[in-house]
Every structure is written in structure tokens, then in C-alpha cells.
């Protein structure tokens, strides 16, 4: 094995001009959720260079290739990599700026792209060094309900053949490139969205008499549904509800005869998550009857909480240490933030865990999905390496 950790690190030092330069044309080319047909066309292309087999139009844009290596049937295991970008006009002056006006890739899914393209390149050349099979599933629409995770599972990817363990990558600008973090057990929150019409009866807004003001019975249903965190949930349980979008299409003198928000609400367990969206609806109808008006709820079931594969987590992370060295693998914390690769883990064991992107020095500081987000491109090289390495060993 150490011949083969030696040739998998000498690999990704090797493979990193390409990956950057795939990185670089993804990133001028970025492609929103279900929409990724040249980015697909470019990784087929590339699959396609090194040898690899995959089949196409799985989930409308999504790859799946394999790579067998010795003995392929003695273990399969599937490494994801997600495609799509953000509705965000980038402000970056790079050279591969993006060049499809108010479409950016914010969220380092073209690293992770390249990173998986470079991880591949590596696992053909020494694929007589390693036992199994390794699946490499190139996955659209992360960003976008129903997640192209849950297509990909429906359509079949996790069989023929049939995965045993997965693993999945992503950029974190608050680690320094060359880290990476995991974390064992809940990580990432459950993530479901929420749609409220609140109507009302419009008018003038001098004659509050004569109207059901929306604005009004808005207000107090913003209001009244913070008590389902503060008084309805278990405070051991992390739990977040926020409202980000309020339209109201009145003036200064027109109450509108409609008010819309929406908002998100997110959590670690499943039977208060669902328990939650009943009192969402229960106020928010209660409060807007109780004014006069009505309210028209809709809660959108997004993903699971991501949950980490105890045992392969901890498999995972003394791989990374062997790889990457102790003083750089580190701990993460729970975050709130939602992830679709939650849908992997609910079918087989799953890691999901953080490559380290940032770099103070270059002032690489930007948090994803921002207009400004980058990545010190050296941090392919840690991503590919340990990617290959996870699926020949792990």
C-alpha cells in the first residue's frame, strides 16, 4: 500500500496542470442545476481521452463511469462530484472569469468536478495496484430541489454494479488548501423550503378601515412562527427557521391584497422536522384567520440531514492522516447548511467531507456562493489524491 499511496501523490502533483486547466474551463463555463450539457459533454470528453468507460443522460445531464482496478468484483465503491453553478453575476477579475452573464460557479463545483476528473486520470494508471471497483458519479443539480442526488438514485446509480460505500468532496474556503475536515455522525442540517401567500383584502392605505391589510398579518406571522424554534422544538436539537424573501407589490398609500415569504427551515431529526412543518402551517393559517385574512402554506421537503457513516468516517479519516499527514486533517463542527449528497447516505454508508481551499496569503478568503468565491488551485492536488486514495483503500 505504500507503493501505491507514493504513486497515487506522485499522480496528482503530475495531473495538476490538467486539472487546473479543466477547473479554469468549467469555471468560464458554469451551467445552472439540470442545465449542465456542455459540462457534461466536457467530462465525457475527458473520460473518454483517459480510457474510461460511463454512460450519459442519467438524471438528464449526470455521468456515472467505471474504473475497474484487480478482482473488480471483490468491492465497488463510488466516488461524487457535483456539476452545476449559482445564479450569481461573478465580480472576480480573472482570467477564467465566467462568461455566461449572472452564472457563476460560487460553490467550487468546478473543483470538485476537476478534482474527481484528475482522481480518475489517477486510479487508471495504477489500476493494477488496487482491488475493486471504483464508480465515479458526476452528479447535476446539487443546488436545486429535488436534488439531482435523488434522481441519480432513483435512475439506478448506486447499482449494477451495486455500491458499498461513497464519498463525496467539498471546497471549504476557511481551511487553508492542503487540509481537509470530517466529522463523524450529523453533520449537515436538513434543508426544506417554505412558500406563504398571505391574503388579504386590499385598498387604500389611508382607509385602514376598509381593508384586510396582508402587510399587517404578515408581520405577526413572522413573528409568531419564531416560537416553534424557541418554544416548540427540544433545545438540544439544532434547529433554524428563517424567512429571506417578503413581497408586498403595495405603495406607500396601496395595501396590497397579497403579501408573499418565503423561507427555510432546518434540522437534525427527522420526526420533529416533519412535526415542525405542521405547526408552521398550524400558525401561520391560525394567525392570518385570526386577523381577518388567509394563508396558503406550502412546505417543499428538500433533503435530509447528511449523516456520516460512523465507521467509514473513522476509516476515512486515518486514510487521510496516512495520505495528507495528522496536522491536516482536522475536526469540523456542525453546520446548518444543506447538502443533497444527505440522499446517498440514507441508502449506503457515506462520508462527506471538506477540502481545504482558502489561502490568506493570496487573499482567497471569499465564503462560497458569493460573487467573489475562489479557491487556491493548489488544492487539487490534495482533492485528487485523496479522492483516489479513499476509493483504492478505503
Known sequence: MTT?????????RKVFPEMRAWRRHLHMYPELAFQEFESARFIAERLTEMGINYREGIAKTGIVAIIEGKDPATRVVALRADMD??????????????????????????AHTASLLGAAKILKECAEEWTGTVKLIFQPSEEKLPGGASVMIREGVLKN????????????PPLVAGKVGMRAGPYMASAD????????????AALPQNVIDPVLISAHILLALQQIVSRKSNP????????GK???????????????????????????????HQWIEKIARDTARAMGGDCEVDIRVGYPYVHNDEALTKKSRQLAEELLGAENVVDLP???TGEDFAFYGREIPACFY??????PEKNILSPIHSATFDIDEEALITGAALEAWLAAAG
Open 193 to 204: 423550503e417554505i412558500y406563504l401567500t398571505i391574503k388579504g383584502k386590499g385598498g387604500h
Open 246 to 276: 417578503l413581497m408586498a407589490e403595495g405603495a406607500t398609500n396601496v395595501i396590497p391584497d397579497r403579501v408573499f415569504l418565503e423561507g427555510t427551515f432546518r434540522t437534525f431529526d427527522e420526526e420533529w422536522r416533519f412535526e415542525a
Open 334 to 336: 456542525q453546520r446548518m
Open 236 to 243: 438540544l436539537t439544532p434547529s433554524v427557521l428563517s424567512f
Open 85 to 110: 453553478a449559482l445564479p450569481i453575476e461573478e465580480k472576480n477579475e480573472v482570467p477564467y472569469r465566467s462568461q455566461n452573464k449572472g452564472v457563476m460557479h460560487a460553490c467550487g463545483h468546478d
Open 354 to 359: 471538506r477540502l481545504g481551499t482558502g489561502n
Open 4 to 12: 501505491l499511496k507514493n504513486r497515487i501523490k506522485e499522480g496528482s
Open 161 to 172: 454494479p451495486e455500491v458499498a460505500r461513497i464519498w463525496g468532496q467539498h471546497v471549504h
